[in-house]
């Protein structure tokens, strides 16, 4: 499985302004997926990460608010635009390997006052 | 798209008892269940899973059992411990590999001791 560095691990920020969270994987992946997990329920996928093609967003989110970058095969980054307090929650970014699920980052849990 | 439910919300055990978890989906397109545990402050971890060419799958006290045709699946914990206290997502998913996952709502063990 794969080893997954996400960074930051946590942040308070200010209604208004943006945050990008990066995640960096220590294998090449082809598809990268983010994820919001809002306290105490489950976790909703964001969008999938493809490189060198735009992300696929689910139901609920758009471009503007989430843009995803994907530069290469180990790395992505998601950014929350235009913070407000209900986009405090924890994002976590994770790949899925064939026969061993998911491998999360460690999330990212975001404040925004 | 599919959709998973997750029962019950909440489980309370005592130490040494049995736990189970029932999960139904709706995507007769899915053939890869995962079952994923978050203790508090953690990200979510791969416990254990099963594909649906299989109908049980166990390891040391955590099995898994699969019922294709009614489109559910259960997690099955024996002589549970303090330590098994977490939250527990199911999942169902069309293969692994890069394929949207969808999550159950989870489901709050605690075990006392």
């Known amino acids: 499985s794969a080893v997954i560095s996400q960074k930051p691990s946590r942040d308070i920020c200010q209604r208004g302004t943006s945050l990008t969270i990066q995640c960096q994987v220590d294998s090449q992946v082809t598809m990268m997926f983010w994820y919001r997990q809002q306290p105490g329920q489950s976790l909703t996928l964001i969008a999938t990460a493809n490189q060198g093609s735009e992300a696929t967003y689910e139901s609920g989110f758009v471009i503007d608010k989430f843009p995803i970058s994907r530069p290469n095969l180990t790395f992505s980054t998601l950014t929350v635009s235009n913070m407000s307090p209900e986009d405090s929650s924890i994002y976590l970014c994770?790949?899925?390997?064939?026969?061993?699920?998911?491998?999360f980052g460690s999330g990212t849990r975001l404040t925004v006052v | 798209g599919e959709n998973v439910e997750q029962h019950p919300s909440t489980l309370s055990v005592q130490e040494g008892d049995s736990a189970v978890i029932k999960c139904t989906y709706s995507?007769?397109?899915?053939?890869?269940f995962p079952w994923y545990k978050q203790e508090l402050g953690k990200r979510p971890q791969l416990i254990i899973d099963?594909?649906?060419?299989?109908g049980e799958k166990k390891d040391q006290r955590i099995a898994v059992t699969l019922n294709k045709t009614a489109k559910h699946f259960s997690l099955h914990i024996t002589e549970t411990q303090p330590e098994d206290s977490a939250v527990y997502f199911c999942a169902a998913s069309p293969n692994t590999g890069g394929f949207k996952t969808i999550f159950g709502a989870g489901t709050r063990l605690f075990v006392k001791a």
């Open positions: 995507d007769s397109a899915s053939n890869y």
């Open positions: 099963i594909r649906s060419n299989v």
């Open positions: 994770s790949v899925e390997w064939t026969g061993v699920g998911y491998t």
